[in-house]
């Protein structure tokens, strides 16, 4: 694998660490509402400022109502390749 060749840790980490990667390419395919369900739900226990919970997500599936309102909140740039992904979430 590239990652694996190309990401050589000086000291001995996780291989999690090393492999991930920041994905900006999408295959179309639309994703389900209980994964969209089971990612929000791990992403909620994410520590935050002041421990200031609870975690708001706001989120639109792809050519659905809102998409292209969800898409005009991005920059030119991100929205080149948000606009392939099957799901946008705004954090709040
Ligand atoms: C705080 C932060 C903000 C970022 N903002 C963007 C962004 O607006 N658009 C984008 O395409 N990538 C964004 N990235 C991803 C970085 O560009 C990406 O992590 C970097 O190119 C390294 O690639 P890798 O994550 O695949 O190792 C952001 C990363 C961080 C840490």
């Given at each position: ?30 994703i389900d509402e209980g994964t969209v369900l089971i990612i929000l739900e791990a992403a909620r ?48």
């Open positions: 694998m590239a990652i694996k060749t190309l990401r050589i840790p000086s000291y001995p980490i996780d291989t999690q660490f090393v492999e991930r990667w920041s994905p900006r390419a999408f295959t179309l395919d639309p226990w994410a520590p935050s400022s002041y421990n200031s919970q609870p975690w708001r997500f706001v989120y639109v599936h792809r050519d659905t109502d809102h998409w292209d309102s969800f898409l005009s909140f991005l920059n030119d740039f991100n929205r080149s390749w948000a606009v392939r992904a099957a799901a946008i979430v705004v954090v709040m």
